[in-house]
């Protein structure tokens, strides 16, 4: 299962990086544009009530001299595994190379597996839910192009479940009048350490 999530986890992010590699080719031929395409990625620890998990992050876009915009992709495997899509918003303190930012995400948290079999009268249906991350970090120079990022914050992630009757009285398998919901309200603290270009 994890051998999965990274493997997918790589392929988007060799996606991503190509495309926008190709967008900023564009935004650089125009005349008088200071902005430029950057790359963030980075892997942490989340940690909470229940538990520490790790977490990868590929986050692409457009930097405009103390200011960044871009989407972001993710695996996050706590609680409940799922992929992280979320618009992130950075904003450097020092137009530096060292200098510390504070950052915000907010998206959406999309569930790997939508179903699980309990027993045979029983089956557990999740909904993908809402995904932030809001925390300060610092980057720094390591070579010429690259610049080492390392963050904290605090990041929150909404999984609900429905307990669903599953009889072969049941005209589709599953009986959506007989079921109850469950929500979690996942908190977690989280550090980040990755590099950007």
């Not at 989340?46 to 405009?64: F, P, R, S, V, W």
């Not at 809001?134 to 904290?152: C, D, E, R, T």
Request: hydrophobic share 35%; glycine share 10%.
């Amino acid at each position: 299962m994890q051998k999965r999530s990274l493997l997918l986890f790589i392929m988007l992010t060799g996606s991503i990086l190509i495309t926008c590699a190709q967008v900023e080719k564009q935004v650089q031929s125009r005349k008088g544009c200071s902005c430029s395409f950057s790359s963030i990625n980075q892997a942490g620890i989340l940690n909470g009530a229940k538990g520490a998990y790790y977490q990868l992050q590929t986050i692409n876009g457009i930097k405009y001299k103390t200011w960044f915009a871009g989407i972001g992709v993710g695996v996050d495997p706590y609680s409940r595994t799922g992929y992280p899509l979320f618009f992130d918003l950075r904003k450097d303190f020092l137009n530096k190379n060292a200098t510390p930012f504070l950052y915000a995400d907010a998206g959406a948290h999309i569930v790997k597996d939508k179903n699980d079999q309990i027993n045979n009268w029983y089956e557990n249906v999740y909904r993908n839910g809402a995904y932030t991350d809001v925390g300060i970090g610092y980057k720094f120079p390591v070579l010429s192009k690259f610049q080492g990022v390392i963050s904290a914050g605090y990041s929150y992630k909404y999984v609900e479940r429905k307990s669903v009757f599953s009889g072969s009285n049941c005209p589709s398998g599953l009986c959506y009048d007989n079921y109850e919901t469950y929500k979690s309200y996942l908190h977690r603290g989280t550090i980040k350490l990755g590099f950007q270009f």
